[in-house]
Nanobody, 125 residues
Framework: QVQLVESGGGLVQSGGSLRLSCAASGVTFSQYDMGWFRQAPGKERESVAAISWSGNTYYADSVKGRFTISRDNAKNTVYLQMNSLKPEDTAVYYC???????????????????WGQGTQVTVSS
């Protein structure tokens, strides 16, 4: 079955950086969109960034210029480099597997079928 394991979360001061990783198994990783999402307490889950099988990317306006999504198909891993972190970035971050063979990744939550367990990111002011 499909398994996604996120890592790299933690506590960081405002302005700091973190790199999240998500290792996938049970899926032909190189063929699928991969996405990063987050959910803060009392808020709905939202899309943060996504990357298509071909490497095209999507970013939410709130993270453009600060976050970078990338993938290593040889390692079945997707990354989220987060720089210039702000307290409002505090959330549980999830990775997810989307659809196959899209030219551009779709950021809608409904387009992602398999999800990881999440990793906590806390940014202190």
């Amino acid at each position: 079955q499909v398994q996604l394991v996120e890592s790299g979360g933690g506590l960081v001061q405002s302005g700091g950086s973190l790199r999240l990783s998500c290792a996938a198994s049970g899926v032909t990783f190189s063929q699928y969109d991969m996405g990063w999402f987050r959910q803060a307490p009392g808020k709905e889950r939202e899309s943060v960034a996504a990357i298509s099988w071909s490497g095209n990317t999507y970013y939410a306006d709130s993270v453009k210029g600060r976050f970078t999504i990338s993938r290593d198909n040889a390692k079945n891993t997707v990354y989220l480099q987060m720089n210039s972190l702000k307290p409002e970035d505090t959330a549980v971050y999830y990775c997810a597997v989307g659809r196959r063979w899209r030219t551009w990744p779709d950021p809608r939550i409904s387009e992602y079928e398999y999800w990881g367990q999440g990793t906590q990111v806390t940014v202190s002011s």
